[in-house]
């Protein structure tokens, strides 16, 4: 009975100190997470803090330069951790943030756009708009309410613009292989595991001399669809020096506050209020229409007489781009495509650009090495007349909001991992994230 009574107790004692290692392991485990995590999270502030700060310069840094300003923050060491901030450059990892910018915003695409999109069917490009849109009418090949509450776990389509790429797979006739090819998680990068996937035909990826600026680099086939096309990036957005821009077609925009910002002389800066007011232009009717005609046109429709009014000069063009909109643009829209950060090959998706435009946006775009501060900038590039700029107005930029990552925190004692997928946009002031998913 001693005997017996030992080994029951010897084995209620190996009980007690197993489960108690397991505890302690999981203890471990669960501390270990939460420092790798904090890691991480210090990463996703270190980007915010260093794009809050450049936001609110009066001589911001280019599109390039900025890009090249955030990676400088990609690595940090905190006690016992460490984050890493990256992202996928044709298929290869960079350090720093992306420009959301870069791709074409799938919610401001045309029917052509996407139809000179890879391996895309006119019922599919069709059916992208369809769900995309706010009515309920069906283009020919498209479809609309009834097909997707037909189904056997019935919803409706979004009819507003899609929050990202991955909800184009809810998409009538959307192919997932074709939206994702070898990338399965989205994240840029194709990883051996990915590669080892998609098969051996996989993996060709474009040789890529900037991480920051488009020029040298391709966008990769083996990215699919979501390696042109992007639903992140927003429009709208803040002025030079972080303050929010002038609406010119309020009625409480001041003559005074145009002049101020822009150097216009009171007369230019009444005609483009009064223009503005009508409600029937454009920022990019002020680059196609010179302002002596802008000032005919305000005479001749009955309201105040403009005589002798000078036409804007290239530095007061640009600083009514910098300062001033037309609208509220304090709502989320559609970004535009980013003409210094896009991919050399990424203008060819954009229906409204002819290939000779193209070629001398990406020829000037190079020319100052990314860095192109005003859209208006472009006139300087031979073969975009003053008619197709104020057009391309609608879809181009030169500057972005929103900045997407991966971020990586690592403890440092037992090797434990979170990695995050995040998005962060400057549109506003604080700096705020969009999303943050954990991988």
Same mark, same amino acid.
């Given at each position: 009975m001693v005997v017996w009574a030992v080994g029951i107790v010897t084995l209620i004692l190996v009980a007690i100190q197993a489960?108690?290692?397991?505890?302690?392991?999981?203890?471990?485990?669960?501390?270990?997470?939460?420092?790798?995590?904090?890691?991480?999270?210090?990463?996703?502030?270190a980007v915010i803090a260093r794009l809050q700060s450049e936001t609110k310069q009066a001589t911001p840094?280019?599109?390039?330069?900025?890009?090249a300003s955030l990676a400088s923050v990609s690595e940090g060491t905190l006690s016992d951790a460490r984050y890493e901030v990256w992202h996928g450059d044709a298929g290869e990892r960079a350090p720093g943030p992306a420009d959301a910018h870069a791709k074409l915003n799938v919610n401001l695409a045309t029917d052509a756009d996407?139809?000179?999109?890879?391996?895309?069917?006119?019922?599919?490009?069709?059916?992208?708009?369809?769900?995309?849109?706010a009515d309920d009418e069906i283009q020919d090949a498209g479809a609309e309410r009834e097909t997707y509450t037909g189904k056997a776990i019935p919803f409706v389509p979004r009819n507003g613009p899609v929050r990202n790429i991955a909800e184009l797979e809810l998409v009538?006739?959307?192919?997932?292989?074709?939206?994702?090819?070898?990338?399965?998680?989205?994240?840029?990068?194709?990883?051996?595991?990915?590669?080892?996937?998609?098969?051996?035909?996989?993996?060709?990826?474009?040789?890529?001399t900037s991480t920051t600026s488009g020029g040298g680099r391709s966008i990769?086939?083996?990215?699919?669809? !979501? $390696? =042109?096309?992007?639903? @992140?990036?927003?429009?709208? /957005?803040?002025?030079?020096?972080?303050?929010?821009?002038?609406?010119?077609?309020?009625?409480?925009?001041?003559?005074?506050?145009?002049t101020r910002l822009t150097g216009m002389e009171t007369t230019q800066a009444d005609v483009v209020l009064a223009m503005a007011l009508t409600g029937t232009i454009t920022m990019g009717d002020f680059i196609r229409t010179d302002l002596t005609t802008m000032a005919q046109q305000v005479s001749q429709t009955g309201g105040?007489?403009?005589?002798?009014?000078?036409?804007?000069?290239?530095?007061?063009?640009?600083?009514?781009?910098?300062? !001033? $909109? =037309?609208?509220?643009? @304090?709502?989320?829209?559609? /970004?535009?495509?980013?003409i210094n950060t896009c991919p050399d090959d990424a203008l060819k998706y954009v229906s409204a650009i002819d290939p000779f435009a193209a070629d001398a946006i990406r020829v000037y775009r190079d020319q100052q090495r990314g860095d192109v501060a005003s859209i208006v900038e472009l006139l300087d590039a031979g073969g975009v007349s003053r008619t197709a700029l104020a057009d391309l107005t609608k879809i181009l930029d030169v500057r972005s909001n929103v900045f997407v990552f991966s971020v990586t925190g690592?403890?440092?004692n037992t090797g434990m991992v979170v990695e995050m997928q995040v998005e962060v946009d400057r549109s506003t002031l604080p700096v705020k994230i969009n999303a943050i998913r954990i991988r």
């Open positions: 489960s108690s290692q397991a505890q302690a392991v999981a203890g471990r485990e669960s501390v270990a997470r939460v420092r790798a995590s904090w890691a991480a999270r210090a990463g996703i502030e840094l280019g599109a390039s330069s900025l890009l996407l139809m000179l999109i890879p391996n895309m069917t006119e019922d599919a490009a069709q059916s992208i708009l369809d769900f995309i849109d009538e006739g959307v192919d997932r292989q074709f939206l994702r090819e070898a990338d399965e998680n989205l994240d840029g990068v194709l990883d051996p595991l990915e590669l080892a996937v998609a098969g051996p035909t996989s993996g060709s990826t474009p040789s890529a990769n086939p083996e990215l699919g669809w !979501a $390696g =042109i096309l992007t639903a @992140s990036s927003t429009g709208g /957005g803040l002025a030079v020096g972080g303050e929010p821009k002038l609406d010119l077609s309020s009625s409480d925009t001041q003559s005074s506050e145009l105040r007489q403009f005589r002798n009014v000078r036409n804007l000069d290239r530095t007061q063009l640009v600083a009514l781009f910098d300062y !001033a $909109g =037309i609208g509220d643009e @304090s709502g989320v829209s559609p /970004g535009k495509l980013n690592r403890d440092e």
